[in-house]
Each structure stands twice: as structure tokens, then as C-alpha cells.
């Protein structure tokens, strides 16, 4: 029996309609929520991004503006560049586009942003009040997932999560939001990571799977018990000959053959992707709410 497949461009989709009442009361109100991005150097997945989340920004009819930086700008200007948004009413939420340049620490530009403008939701008094259940921003990714899961029928309540990976964009949040005393959370949840001996056995007990290894179909089908729900956070370039960029993009699981035993799951791409911009808009009027009180 094949799975459901969970369209994340159909729940995001469903999201941003709710997203653009809100932000229509907003200016109703004479408060346009604003974003402000930053980006140094001209990456091409940072420049992809970055005009993704200015396209999303328009739809929805929040004002966004990109300051670009070049790749050789310093550390100081940067953070004199954040020091100035942080003080910047008209911007109620700011996002500094990773990765940065090599001679830049990210860690001290991340912290620097004001907590309050902080839709990324990676600045450590964020972190901190997600992981007590007082969340102020949840990270765009892991909230995703989160609203994958609960739009999708899919609810976490008294199942038993097991999140594939322990970074600090996706797996730890994702295992602070689930195990919160609170509705679409309220799960068991148990972290695998590259220092677990007996990784299969535990991804077998997962009602639910999150899997966010960073590794091309690191999860296979015999590491997922039938009619488990699969939600694959990696994006991950594989070659391809057949493509025209030479390359397609795929996840971190197996998905031709998970999806012959699970119950649903996520594409690569269209499945969680599409939730990360959606979420970081809803971190944008949460502020703008938030801030114009």
C-alpha cells in the first residue's frame, strides 16, 4: 500500500491564506509588518533563498528590504549593519542569511540580533524560552514540521517520535517543540544521532519518523516499521545525468521504498521546504503583533 504523501506546498499554501487576513488587519490598522534580510557575498543557494523569502514577502504584503554586503565585508560591519536594524522601528523582524563568510563568526552576528526581531528564532533567549514551553519565535523549520504534522492528521500527541539528527536548526528544536505539555505536541520523543550504536532498532519505533541527517537515504526501509509517518527535513544534491543542472535533489530517506510501508510521508522537494519560508512570514507578523502593542 503505497503512503499519503504530505504536500507541504498545499499546507503552506493554506497557511499564508490565514497569513494575508492577518496581515490585511494589520495594515488596516496602519502597520505593515517589515522584514529586513542580510546577505554578504553572492552564494548562489544564499541569493536563491534570500529572493524566495522577498517573493514571499510580496504575496503576503509584507515590506521586505536585502542589504548586501560584500563577500570581503567585515565581521564589524556587519554587526554595525545588524546594531542598526535592531534600532530601526520600521523593521520589526530581521534575518541574517547563512552561511557566512568563513572570517565571520555567525554565533556572535546570530546573538547580536535584538531576541524580539528575531524571526529566525536562533538567538539564545529564544532557544531558551522554546526549550521551558514559553516560545517567543519557534525555529521556521522545526515548526514546520510541527505544522506538517498536526494539518496533515497526523497529530504527535502519545506518539512516539524518533528525530533522525541533533543539530541546532532542526533536530534539537524539533524535540523541544514535541515534548511540550501542549496541543499538536506532547509526544515521547527520542534522538538518534551519528553516536548511536543501535540506530535501526530505535528508528523501528517510531510511530513517527523526522529525519534530518544531512546524508542522502541515511534512513532505509527496513529502519521503519509499517505505517510509521516519515517527515524528511534533507535536501541533499545527488547527480544526475538525466537533468540539465546535472543533479536532482533528494532527502534523507529512501523514499521509493519507505513509501511502500509507511503511512505518509514528505517529498524531496515539496515537503517540508516550502514550510520554512511559510513559517518565518508567520514569525514576521507574530513580531509586527507583538512589537506594535
Given at each position: 500500500m503505497a503512503a499519503e504523501i504530505i504536500s507541504?506546498?498545499?499546507?503552506?499554501?493554506?497557511?499564508?491564506?490565514?497569513?494575508?487576513?492577518?496581515?490585511?488587519?494589520?495594515?488596516?490598522?496602519?502597520?505593515?509588518?517589515?522584514?529586513?534580510?542580510?546577505?554578504?557575498?553572492?552564494?548562489?543557494?544564499?541569493?536563491?533563498?534570500?529572493?524566495?523569502?522577498?517573493?514571499?514577502?510580496?504575496?503576503?504584503?509584507?515590506?521586505?528590504?536585502t542589504t548586501v554586503l560584500p563577500e570581503d565585508a567585515s565581521e564589524e560591519q556587519l554587526l554595525k549593519k545588524v546594531a542598526e536594524l535592531n534600532n530601526d522601528p520600521k523593521f520589526h523582524g530581521i534575518l541574517v542569511q547563512l552561511p557566512l563568510p568563513k572570517h565571520i563568526d555567525a554565533d556572535k552576528v546570530l546573538n547580536a540580533i535584538d531576541p524580539r526581531k528575531d524571526v529566525d528564532g536562533f538567538h539564545p533567549v529564544n532557544v531558551g524560552k522554546l526549550l521551558i514551553g514559553e516560545p517567543f519565535f519557534m525555529p521556521c523549520t522545526p515548526h514546520g514540521v510541527q505544522e506538517l504534522l498536526v494539518r496533515s492528521g497526523n497529530d504527535p500527541a502519545g506518539k512516539h517520535v524518533v528525530v533522525c539528527g541533533r543539530s541546532n536548526i532542526v533536530g534539537k528544536p524539533v524535540l523541544a517543540i514535541l515534548i511540550q505539555k501542549k496541543k499538536g505536541a506532547n509526544a515521547t520523543v527520542t534522538m538518534v544521532h551519528t553516536g548511536t550504536k543501535n540506530m535501526a532498532e530505535v528508528v523501528q519505533l517510531g510511530d513517527i519518523v523526522v529525519a534530518a541527517m544531512g546524508s542522502p537515504k541515511a534512513i532505509t526501509a527496513d529502519m521503519v516499521k509499517d505505517g510509521a509517518v516519515v517527515i524528511d527535513v534533507g535536501v541533499n544534491r545527488v547527480p544526475d545525468a538525466t537533468k540539465k543542472s546535472g543533479f536532482r535533489l533528494v532527502g534523507d530517506v529512501d523514499f521509493d521504498?519507505?513509501?511502500?510501508?509507511?503511512?505518509?510521508?514528505?517529498?524531496?522537494?515539496?515537503?517540508?521546504?516550502p514550510m520554512t519560508v511559510t513559517m518565518l512570514m508567520v514569525n514576521t507578523v507574530t513580531a509586527a503583533e507583538m512589537q506594535s502593542k
Open positions: 507541504g506546498t498545499k499546507i503552506a499554501e493554506e497557511i499564508r491564506a490565514e497569513l494575508k487576513q492577518k496581515v490585511d488587519e494589520l495594515r488596516g490598522k496602519g502597520i505593515t509588518p517589515a522584514l529586513a534580510l542580510v546577505r554578504v557575498g553572492e552564494d548562489p543557494a544564499s541569493v536563491s533563498y534570500v529572493s524566495g523569502k522577498t517573493k514571499a514577502s510580496e504575496e503576503l504584503g509584507i515590506y521586505s528590504d521504498a519507505i513509501s511502500q510501508k509507511a503511512k505518509a510521508i514528505t517529498p524531496v522537494p515539496g515537503g517540508v521546504g
